[in-house]
Every structure is written in structure tokens, then in C-alpha cells.
């Protein structure tokens, strides 16, 4: 690269503006902070599968594609007379500046947890100063997965001391939980089964976090390993010359199973 990164942003936002201008792309002129929510979210999602997936190549035109939608919105920000994309990054500074004391200042920590620690004090003390925020678990979006938000939730919960003592202690909840669920299940009480239910997901994300995993992640390995095993079903299937619509039940069970002693085969530590 011959250029600095600041010429090149310099680039990208005057390449916003002429596409938002009057003589630009009249898809672009027509979009909204409302119409971009879902591009957004995509691209955020593309990002996290570029990095799972290991390949810096995508991992590039993905970061790419996210930093595109920063600078939409900033865009329609200036042009409705709201901030411009430099209020943007001055506030970024500042926010980094103020919440790394020790080492922009003379504050002192020793480990990763205190530092995170200190950034989650200032964070709350800023909010208060400004009116936004009255409870320790304010800050976490409605909008993100319902497993993250409980994650989040919990961990700001467990800043102040207010959790579990360790994952076995917490499992002990998720058993009381299941044996709720099953009675609202019996019972075919649909209502409380959906409050149940929740109960036993909020439970599994706090023996997920206390043992040290994330929920999210744990849940779409889970995805990942069905869709893998489904696939060998249908493979299985084909190689007969049928399909899993011509298959009855008991015959994709059958080999759903062969599929799964063929993993277990290959990897024992696969359940």
C-alpha cells in the first residue's frame, strides 16, 4: 500500500459523498439509518465468520464492508446536520484516551481483569454523570442474540459480586429449571413453558460463562455439528439413489446413527 491510512479514509468518505450527492448512485441516495439496519448486521456477521473460518483474505474484504456501513451512517449524520464522520473519531479517541488511565495516565493495574474492571467503573461513572444510565446492567443492547445478552448481562451482574460460586453450584439451577420446564410441559401450559424454558436457557448461559465458554458459540458448534451429521444422512441417502424426503423416519434415525458411530469412530471425543 503507497498511500496512509488517513489519505485513504479521506478517499473513502469523499467516495461516500458523491454517491450520496445529487449526481450519485440512486440506490444509495435513497437508503436509511432504517434500510441500513440489516446490511449492518450482516456484514458484523460476515466479519465473525471470516475470523472463525481463519482466512485473513476475507477477514480484509469483510472489515472492509463494515467499515462502509460506519461510514453511511456517519454520512447521513452530516448531511442532516447531526455529526460528521471526524466527531465520530474524535470521540473514539477520547473515550480510549479517558478510559485507559494507566496508560495514559497514572492509574495502575496488574492483569486484563482489572483493566476490564476499571474500563466497566468508569463506563457507569460517565453514564451517571450523564443522566443515561441508573443500573449496574444498563449498557447491554436489546438488540444483540438473546444468548449474548444474558451473557453480558450476567457477567455485569457478577462485577458486583451478584453470581454463582462456580459452574457446578449454577448446574444445580439448571436442573431445578428443567424439572420446571417438564412439569409446565405435562401440564401443557404453553405460557408458563415459555417462561420455563427461558429460565433453563438464562441457566446454561451462566454455566457456559463459569465455566469459562461462551453460549453463543457453544450453540452454533452445536448447529454446525447437526448440519455436518445431516448432511452425512443425506449422503448416505443418495449413494442409495434416494433422497431424505423418500426416507421414513425410522430410516433416517437408523442413519442418523450410522453417521454419528462413523464420527465417533473417527473422534472419540465427539459425543
Known amino acids: 500500500?503507497?498511500?496512509?491510512?488517513?489519505?485513504?479514509?479521506?478517499?473513502?468518505?469523499?467516495?461516500?459523498?458523491?454517491?450520496?450527492?445529487?449526481h450519485g448512485c440512486p440506490w444509495d441516495r435513497e437508503q436509511t439509518r432504517a434500510s441500513l439496519k440489516p446490511f449492518l448486521l450482516e456484514e458484523a456477521y460476515e466479519v465473525l465468520?471470516?475470523?472463525d473460518a481463519d482466512d485473513p483474505s476475507q477477514l480484509r474484504e469483510e472489515l472492509g464492508d463494515l467499515l462502509l456501513q460506519v461510514v453511511?451512517?456517519?454520512?447521513?449524520?452530516?448531511?442532516?446536520?447531526e455529526f460528521t464522520m471526524a466527531d465520530v473519531l474524535d470521540d473514539l479517541v477520547a473515550k480510549l484516551v479517558r478510559r485507559h488511565p494507566h496508560?495514559?495516565?497514572?492509574?495502575?493495574?496488574?492483569?486484563?481483569?482489572?483493566?476490564?474492571?476499571?474500563?466497566?467503573?468508569?463506563?457507569h461513572r460517565e453514564a451517571l454523570a450523564?443522566?443515561?444510565?441508573?443500573?449496574?446492567?444498563?449498557?447491554?443492547?436489546?438488540?444483540?442474540?438473546?444468548?449474548?445478552?444474558?451473557?453480558?448481562?450476567?457477567?455485569?451482574?457478577a462485577r458486583v459480586h451478584f453470581d454463582w460460586p462456580t459452574a457446578e453450584a449454577a448446574w444445580d439451577k439448571v436442573e431445578e429449571e428443567l424439572r420446571e420446564a417438564a412439569a409446565a410441559v405435562r401440564a401443557g401450559?404453553?405460557?408458563?413453558?415459555?417462561?420455563?424454558?427461558?429460565?433453563?436457557?438464562?441457566?446454561l448461559v451462566n454455566v457456559a460463562r463459569l465455566a469459562g465458554l461462551?453460549?453463543?458459540?457453544?450453540?452454533?458448534?452445536?448447529?454446525?455439528?447437526?448440519?455436518?451429521?445431516?448432511?452425512?444422512?443425506?449422503?448416505?441417502?443418495?449413494?442409495?439413489?434416494?433422497?431424505?424426503?423418500?426416507?421414513?423416519?425410522?430410516?433416517?434415525?437408523?442413519?442418523?446413527?450410522?453417521?454419528?458411530?462413523?464420527?465417533?469412530?473417527?473422534?472419540?471425543?465427539?459425543?
Open 103 to 123: 496508560v495514559f495516565g497514572q492509574a495502575e493495574v496488574g492483569t486484563a481483569t482489572e483493566a476490564l474492571a476499571q474500563w466497566e467503573r468508569l463506563k
Open 72 to 81: 453511511f451512517h456517519a454520512q447521513i449524520a452530516t448531511e442532516r446536520g
Open 130 to 157: 450523564e443522566g443515561r444510565r441508573r443500573s449496574v446492567l444498563d449498557g447491554v443492547p436489546r438488540a444483540l442474540p438473546a444468548l449474548l445478552r444474558a451473557q453480558r448481562v450476567q457477567s455485569k451482574a
Open 189 to 203: 401450559d404453553r405460557a408458563r413453558l415459555r417462561e420455563e424454558l427461558g429460565d433453563v436457557l438464562f441457566s
Open 49 to 51: 465468520e471470516a475470523i
Open 214 to 271: 461462551d453460549a453463543e458459540d457453544a450453540l452454533g458448534a452445536a448447529i454446525d455439528k447437526f448440519r455436518r451429521r445431516f448432511a452425512g444422512v443425506e449422503a448416505a441417502l443418495q449413494a442409495e439413489g434416494r433422497s431424505v424426503e423418500d426416507a421414513s423416519p425410522a430410516e433416517l434415525e437408523r442413519s442418523w446413527e450410522a453417521v454419528k458411530d462413523h464420527e465417533r469412530a473417527r473422534n472419540t471425543g465427539d459425543p
Open 1 to 22: 500500500m503507497s498511500q496512509s491510512p488517513g489519505i485513504l479514509f479521506e478517499r473513502l468518505l469523499d467516495v461516500m459523498s458523491r454517491l450520496r450527492g445529487p
